[in-house]
């Protein structure tokens, strides 16, 4: 190699690791921005009103105030809210990503009229804001249906697809699996379902984690929805609880961070254990059309 190409190659390293650098520097300062909220809620949870008034403030409790999610707990019903919470979330979660998984094989490998048109209307209802619907649905659910102060004008929705981007993320997945293998089934003596299950299934789990990874957090977070549709105390979820929570307590910010932290745990641990599938999934969503 000559001195001029060496030279250059060198350059154009030296710019590679500057641009790496520049990029790590980044990426820590925007994990910074999202996880240090995170903290500060954490750390208001452990301190006492008087410190968490303090300036300049406080980074580290000087004493960790455990005692604060114990005196929380006797007003935040957390055990209650987070049972009915479950109820709403667990039938969802599964309604949703099995009727997901059939209408993504449908839109995949199936032939029937209309097709295009239909994924067409799915993809595209994704663009309606939440509030276009929810007057109509609750004329439907309250006046029609007469279901009032119940949880199935949550939980059926999600039995008829589990909505419209998870239908969209399945069967952008199945796209990716060869149709060869359903050729080679089919040859065998295979059906439709029987393929579906044994071939497509297994090799869409990571999908399949995604949407119910999606549904979950959806739920948990869906304050709107379960005040409209949630009268009583008795089935009062998580979310309406840490609102009616905070209105109660005003200026005590130690026991509203401490109801908070136990809100949003759960949808943390869920998301870090399937963090990876929730990544693999998204990334390949769009591999193929």
């Given at each position: 190699?000559?001195?001029?190409?060496?030279?250059?190659?060198?350059?154009?390293?030296?710019?590679?690791?500057?641009?790496?650098?520049?990029?790590?520097?980044?990426?820590?300062?925007?994990?910074?921005?999202?996880?240090?909220?995170?903290?500060?809620?954490?750390?208001?949870?452990?301190?006492?009103?008087?410190?968490?008034?303090?300036?300049?403030?406080?980074?580290?409790?000087?004493?960790?105030?455990?005692?604060?999610?114990?005196?929380?707990?006797?007003?935040?019903?957390?055990?209650?809210?987070?049972?009915?919470?479950?109820?709403?979330?667990?039938?969802?979660?599964?309604?949703?990503?099995?009727?997901?998984?059939?209408?993504?094989?449908?839109?995949?490998?199936?032939?029937?009229?209309?097709?295009?048109?239909?994924?067409?209307?799915?993809?595209?209802?994704?663009?309606?804001?939440?509030?276009?619907?929810?007057?109509?649905?609750?004329?439907?659910?309250?006046?029609?249906?007469?279901?009032?102060?119940?949880?199935?004008?949550?939980?059926?929705p999600y039995f008829t697809g589990g909505g419209a981007f998870s239908i969209f993320l399945i069967r952008q997945f199945i796209m990716t699996?060869?149709?060869?293998?359903?050729?080679?089934?089919?040859?065998?003596?295979?059906?439709?379902?029987?393929?579906?299950?044994?071939?497509?299934?297994?090799?869409?789990?990571?999908?399949?984690?995604?949407?119910?990874?999606?549904?979950?957090?959806?739920?948990?977070?869906?304050?709107?929805?379960?005040?409209?549709?949630?009268?009583?105390?008795?089935?009062?979820?998580?979310?309406?609880?840490?609102?009616?929570?905070?209105?109660?307590?005003?200026?005590?910010?130690?026991?509203?961070?401490?109801?908070?932290?136990?809100?949003?745990?759960?949808?943390?641990?869920?998301?870090?254990?399937?963090?990876?599938?929730?990544?693999?999934?998204?990334?390949?969503?769009?591999?193929?059309?």
């Open positions: 190699m000559k001195r001029g190409e060496k030279s250059i190659f060198k350059s154009r390293k030296r710019k590679e690791r500057i641009a790496s650098v520049i990029t790590f520097i980044v990426v820590v300062f925007m994990a910074f921005l999202v996880v240090f909220p995170i903290y500060w809620i954490f750390r208001t949870s452990l301190m006492s009103n008087a410190e968490i008034y303090k300036y300049p403030p406080i980074f580290i409790p000087n004493k960790f105030r455990i005692s604060n999610y114990v005196e929380t707990l006797k007003v935040f019903e957390f055990w209650k809210y987070f049972k009915n919470t479950m109820t709403i979330i667990v039938p969802s979660v599964i309604g949703g990503t099995m009727t997901a998984t059939l209408c993504g094989y449908a839109f995949a490998r199936l032939r029937f009229r209309g097709k295009k048109f239909i994924f067409s209307l799915c993809v595209g209802s994704m663009l309606l804001p939440n509030m276009v619907t929810l007057i109509p649905l609750y004329i439907m659910w309250t006046n029609g249906l007469k279901i009032v102060d119940s949880y199935l004008p949550i939980i059926l699996i060869p149709r060869e293998l359903d050729e080679a089934a089919t040859i065998d003596g295979a059906g439709k379902f029987r393929i579906l299950t044994n071939i497509i299934i297994p090799a869409i789990k990571p999908a399949m984690i995604v949407v119910a990874l999606l549904i979950f957090i959806g739920l948990w977070n869906d304050l709107l929805q379960q005040t409209v549709y949630i009268n009583s105390k008795e089935k009062t979820t998580i979310a309406i609880g840490l609102t009616n929570f905070r209105g109660a307590l005003k200026a005590d910010w130690s026991k509203t961070m401490a109801a908070t932290c136990m809100s949003f745990a759960p949808g943390v641990i869920f998301y870090i254990i399937g963090q990876k599938y929730f990544v693999e999934g998204i990334v390949m969503t769009g591999m193929k059309n």
